[in-house]
């Protein structure tokens, strides 16, 4: 926009400080607010004549050629400029979004920063170069930038008599997560079903499936939700057995790519596995009857008199700090350890919003602050959020399940170095980890959602197996 002069927008006549008025004092200049809004005309002097403005008065704001692209996470500069490059530290320069309900990203005015109005979302990463305003640079330089940072980009600066604009657009490329791919479980035909999951990427990025061979495999179907990080992507697909059984999910962003590799071992054991009751098998009968054991419950857990429930307290009870208790995650451990054989428990988890199970090493570490990891001696899995189910592997694996489980059973295989999840309603394997190595006593453990203000937490019970 080509710059102007207060009277050439608002549509009066704008008079020189130096003509007559019909009292003593000098007339006033037109009225404006801090954004540049005219809000009054004093009262007219004798003057009518139109006004002369120096060239010295004059100035244009300039900005970049094209659209600006950065990578989330890095600090992007918005060029803007007075020409010629006179000095703007006596005038206004205001940073804003053209679209929204909020739009003011910076204000400079009065020599100072007015930020009482600013966007939320800018506080404390917007900033103007203040020793580069006397050579007329009234940049914006955004720190961190964000994936809801896109959009355009105006920067007004005005003088006395003068001002002008000039619009920028900016995008944003975010760089999302690792895909993750998980085990949906397989059909009637022995085909098995993959997800593959990735979040925070920005614009929409493309998720391709593919075999050992390269070759593309069809996708069942792709689920896109855009959130104020990015676009959280899920894509689907069947695959059977194979000569090698590697598949690999690959996400590209332009000249960006990630992805993550699932190798199927032993398919036909898996699905056969898959298929079958192991919690069922009467010739084998493994289920066991856990008691929580009080010595290990962190200070802030309820135990019920016969052990089979915890609960989050409200207090820190004062309990001595034994080597077998936790003391800073809110755990606890069955009384029985198994170091052979098989073994199964079931707990009920309705209606919670976040919970911990599964089982640990007799020589895992309790105290400070813990890696739920099998490197650490742990195999658990967890709920997060209220929706968010998690296996604690190594990387953690985010699950997509169809349904939330109210009942979660865990079975262990000792010599088989095997640790599965199963929701006992839906009779449905949930994750499995193979091929581990037990050295030690294993022992059920429990870590029950926190109380808060708003809802108090309903116990973890250990449930009769089904």
Not at 417 to 431: K, N, P
Request: hydrophobic share 30%.
């Amino acid at each position: 926009m080509a710059g102007r002069s207060h009277a050439e927008v608002h549509g009066y006549v704008e008079f020189e400080p130096s003509c007559a008025s019909t009292g003593s004092d000098p007339p006033a200049w037109p009225c404006f607010d801090e954004l540049g809004d005219y809000i009054g005309l004093p009262l007219p002097s004798l003057c009518l004549e139109e006004p002369r403005l120096s060239y010295k008065d004059q100035f244009q704001v300039v900005g970049p050629a094209g659209r600006l692209v950065a990578v989330a996470g890095e600090d992007l500069v918005l060029p803007c400029s007075l020409k010629p490059s006179i000095s703007a530290v006596d005038m206004t320069v205001q940073w804003s979004r053209l679209h929204g309900s909020d739009t003011l990203v910076h204000l400079y005015t009065d020599y100072e920063d007015r930020n009482e109005n600013q966007i939320e979302s800018y506080r404390g990463r917007a900033a103007l170069f203040k020793e580069e305003l006397q050579k007329g640079n009234t940049s914006l330089k955004l720190s961190r930038v964000r994936a809801s940072d896109e959009g355009e980009y105006k920067c007004f600066v005005r003088s006395l008599s003068w001002f002008d604009d000039v619009t920028t657009e900016v995008r944003i490329e975010a760089l999302g997560t690792h895909p993750v791919i998980s085990m949906e479980g397989y059909d009637h035909s022995g085909r098995l079903s993959l997800l593959c999951e990735t979040k925070g990427w920005n614009p929409e990025p493309e998720v391709l499936w593919l075999d050992s061979e390269g070759e593309i495999l069809p996708a069942e179907n792709t689920e896109t939700v855009r959130k104020t990080e990015g676009f959280n992507v899920k894509q689907r697909v069947i695959v059977q057995d194979s000569n090698t059984n590697r598949f690999f999910c690959r996400v590209i962003l332009r000249d960006h790519m990630k992805e993550t590799e699932i190798f199927i071992q032993n398919y036909e054991e898996q699905m056969k596995r898959e298929g079958e009751s192991l919690i069922y098998e009467e010739q084998v009968k493994p289920e066991v009857d856990v008691i929580l054991d009080p010595d290990t419950a962190h200070p802030e857990l309820i135990l019920s008199e016969d052990g089979k429930e915890v609960k989050h307290g409200n207090v820190r009870q004062n309990l001595p700090d034994n080597p077998e208790r936790f003391n800073s995650w809110a755990n606890v451990l069955g009384k029985e350890g198994f170091s052979s054989g098989r073994f199964y428990y079931e707990v009920e988890v309705r209606g919670k919003a976040m919970w911990d199970l599964g089982v640990t090493g007799e020589s895992s570490n309790r105290k400070g602050n813990i890696c739920l990891s099998p490197e650490d001696g742990y195999w658990s899995m967890c709920l997060r959020n209220g929706d968010e189910y998690w296996a604690n592997d190594s990387p953690s694996v985010l699950l997509s399940l169809r349904q939330k489980p109210q009942r979660v059973g865990v079975f262990v295989d000792y010599e088989e170095g095997l640790v599965s999840f199963y929701d006992v309603e839906a009779s449905s394997h949930i994750y499995s980890f193979t091929g581990q190595s037990f050295t030690e006593k294993l022992y059920p453990f429990l870590g029950p959602e926190r109380n808060n203000r708003r809802k108090k937490a309903t116990p973890l019970v250990i449930s009769p197996v089904s």
